[in-house]
């Protein structure tokens, strides 16, 4: 298999997207790098899920949104199974509400962990990656991203700010052998959209032509499809997965 061997680190990976990708990558025989910045019980069930399987895998707590944390985070990755070969950018919150009724404070967090722990990551990824002229990122968005969602709007400019960055990586990490794309999420089953009622949830997947919602292993595929070499063209992407929601 073409991923056998390689090193993948998932930020966010405890449980909903993240876990799923965590679980599919593992399967392909990867060397798996978790993190979580305070789910710390649950990270380590994954861990010790993962050690039972035989699976090369680290279990790293952390906030990937401050650059000095990911730093140290990079350096353990390092000296465990030296440089990182596929990055997924998963690390995500939420917030539904009115813009005017939420705070600096919160505007700033949400950009913090949805944004910046992109870059933070990228930063500390690709120097490894033009050196060895390979690797792959893909950075986990959401289909407000582009569409923009009403109650929604900092996320749909932290998710918006997460395309154009892919795009522009794309291009300045192509010569060097670096692919780096983004899934556009609709509507996944995790714990951030456990929220909805009943009523809520038929609204919701009678807007998806599929007429339910998708899953973490769903988006877990399309991770492994982009992180293989049968996508070795494809880069600058931002591939929507929401079940053909209108």
Request: proline share 2%; net charge negative.
């Amino acid at each position: 298999m073409s991923l056998k061997g390689k090193t993948v680190f998932i930020t966010g990976s405890s449980r909903g997207i993240g876990q799923g990708i965590a679980f599919a990558f593992a399967k392909a025989g990867c060397n798996i790098i978790l993190n979580a910045s305070k789910s710390k019980e649950a990270l380590l069930e994954m861990e010790k899920q993962l050690a039972r399987d035989n699976i090369p895998v680290l279990a790293l707590l952390g906030d990937a949104s401050d650059y000095d944390t990911c730093k140290k985070m990079f350096q353990t990755i390092e000296d465990t199974f030296g440089s990182v070969d596929i990055l997924i950018n998963n690390a995500g919150i939420s917030h539904i509400g009115l813009f005017s009724d939420m705070n600096p404070q919160e505007w700033q967090n949400l950009i913090a962990v949805n944004l910046y722990s992109v870059f933070n990551c990228t930063h500390l990824a690709v120097a490894d990656m033009v050196r060895k002229k390979s690797g792959s990122i893909i950075n986990i968005s959401s289909m407000w991203g582009e569409l923009g969602a009403s109650c929604e709007a900092v996320y749909s400019a932290s998710k918006g700010g997460i395309n154009s960055f892919t795009k522009a990586m794309a291009k300045e990490l192509g010569p060097s052998g670096i692919r780096v794309n983004a899934i556009a999420c609709g509507v996944i089953e995790t714990q951030m959209n456990a929220a909805f009622d009943e009523g809520e949830r038929k609204a919701l997947a009678d807007e998806i032509s599929l007429m339910r919602f998708g899953t973490p292993a769903e988006v877990a595929k399309l991770a492994l499809f982009l992180a293989e070499e049968s996508s070795s063209y494809l880069t600058g992407q931002i591939i929507t997965l929401d079940g053909g929601m209108h």
